[in-house]
């Protein structure tokens, strides 16, 4: 079984929403999952990703 996520209120702008949507069909991905995968990317980018986080995305 998955572990649990933290779930959290979201407020954005419906333009970027919009953005993120087509983006992640693109990615065949949900909103929610390309929104973690950007962050995680980022986060890595920056070297700030701690742990063993693991990622059940497809890396594209």
Known sequence: MAGKKKSFPLRIDPALYETLEHWAADELRSVN????FLLRESAKKAGRLK???KNKDRDN
């Open 51 to 53: 742990g063993n986080v």
């Open 33 to 36: 999952a390309h929104i973690e």
